[in-house]
């Protein structure tokens, strides 16, 4: 086992994160400290918003919880002020898309990439009805998925534009729940 000494310096916001996680079952993968001061701790584990609910509660106003980029899976929470941060990182290889979700999903996932559609990321929301969704950087192509969407196993369903989110579209698995999701509209 690797004992990492985490800095003195790192801000005690992230220090708080980090100590909830290493209580629990989570462990410290590697700290990085930048050229510019910037100290990073990548945690083994993901980081559980339960167990950090009460600090993201009192220091809402300093924290910006973010999410990576495909193809790199994973979410973390950066100190406004001092830029420290604290996360959880998995690396994806390019297929893993389509390990992620269900093969019904695949023909639909692969028309869009062909059409020129980019994967914004990959999220694992496994509390909700959706447990894998891939969100895709640019509106859904519906018209040319109806084509080849296999209406017995595959539905696309539309939430109607509003103010908070602007709306959303999806493809998603009958079976498994698995999606594939883009914002309506340009990103």
């Known amino acids: 086992m690797v004992i990492m000494e985490i800095p003195t310096n790192l801000s005690p916001i992230i220090r708080k994160i980090a100590d909830a996680e290493l209580a629990s079952d989570n462990m410290i993968k590697n700290i990085v400290i930048e050229n510019n001061g910037i100290i990073g701790i990548d945690m083994s584990k993901p980081i ?21 980029d495909f193809p790199m899976l994973g979410w ?24 992620l979700i269900s093969a019904n999903l695949h023909p639909l996932l692969d028309m869009e990439l062909r059409l020129g559609n980019k994967i914004r990321y990959i999220a694992r929301w496994l509390w909700t009805g959706h447990p ?5 950087k640019y ?49």
């Open 139 to 187: 509106p859904l192509h519906f018209q040319e998925a109806k084509n080849i969407m296999d209406h017995s196993k595959v539905k696309y369903s539309l939430w109607e534009p509003c103010l908070k989110d602007g709306g959303s579209q999806e493809y998603y698995c009958l079976k498994t729940y698995h999606s594939i999701c883009s914002a309506l509209g340009d990103n």
């Open 76 to 99: 973390g929470y950066t100190d406004r002020k001092t830029k420290h941060y604290i996360q959880y990182i998995e690396k994806t290889e390019d297929q893993s898309a389509h390990q």
């Open 48 to 68: 559980r918003v339960h167990r950090i609910r009460k600090i993201w509660e009192n220091y809402e106003e300093h924290l910006a919880g973010y999410r990576t």
């Open 132 to 136: 894998n969704c891939v969100v895709m």
